[in-house]
């Protein structure tokens, strides 16, 4: 099966979730995407983020849950009457993009999205905080794009050892050249905050913003996983979306892969996946080959650059 064809894939959906082409959507809606491979702590994220919400009405949560067949999820996550599990056999993932691009089909104009990772801890409303972080930013952009490398937790110990600081990206390390990693800094003042923080870099464990993302900014299944937050931030820049950092704590995110298979663990493909990704990229960067509407015109490359204030390739 190629990357990025879904046609012959043996997927189940466990729970309907309520995609029924409804005319009629609340406001306040969010369409939350979570890609989860072969991830222990898919179950007690799912429970936090709807125990926490304010409002858990108004999540419509679906999930690609890419699993082993000796791997199951307890039985009363399928009685959640707004969560949709597709299920996937871990052995036909196509990896981590591929999983968000299969999960972007069930948009169907909620006016909110939130993308998250699969493991993950929440504060309490977190979703009511979230709407009233990014209405502050509506008056700022046109388009604001609220996202975080939030601060880390421990499963062995929550809710104790919750790291409980503001972070920042930062570039981190390149790979041939290409910016391919990202790292989150803690704010040392971040008490003094009282609005969002302009942001440089996209983080794909919590981006939240307008529905129509998922209309402009497809994930392409041929970017494997390192690079692809840089490559994300880029392609949202260019769509003339502006990146901010919350000004306060909303949730925790496990950096931890020790509850986890990663896909490159069962994937023996992935040394040539990556490779042709990083390339994929830097070509597509450096105007050596055609973006195929990856990037728009509105704003360049280039803009981008002057913003971060660093090259994204390097030669």
Known sequence: MAVGDF????????????????????????????????????????????????????LRVAVAWQHATNESLPKRLFRIPNLEIVSIPATQSGGPNWAR???????SGEPFTLLLDSHHR??????????????????????????????????????LGRVRKVMKIYPLKRTNGLLTHLTGRPLVLDHMLRAPIPADYASLHFL????????????????????????????????????????KILGWHLYDRATRTTHWADHGEWSVLEPMSFQKMADIIMGRSSHQGLLSTRRSVRGYERMIGLKLVEQ
């Open 101 to 107: 691009r299969l999960l972007q089909h069930r948009y």
């Open 208 to 247: 939240f913003a307008e529905g129509k993302f998922h209309e402009e900014i497809k994930f392409d299944p041929e970017i494997y996983f390192f690079g692809d937050e840089v490559f994300t931030g880029l392609r949202a820049y260019t769509y003339g979306y502006d990146l901010f950092h919350p000004h």
């Open 7 to 58: 046609r012959e894939l043996p997927i189940r959906c466990l729970r309907a979730g309520g995609w029924d082409g409804r005319c009629c959507l609340a406001t306040d809606e969010i369409l939350v995407l979570i890609p989860a491979y072969r991830d222990r702590e898919l179950a007690p994220t799912l429970t936090h983020l709807f125990d926490r919400a304010k409002a858990p009405g108004r």
């Open 122 to 159: 929440f504060v309490r409303h977190w979703d009511d905080k979230t709407l009233r972080i990014f209405d502050q930013l509506k008056a700022k952009s046109r388009k604001p794009i609220l996202t975080a490398y939030l601060p880390p937790y421990n499963p062995r110990r929550d809710p």
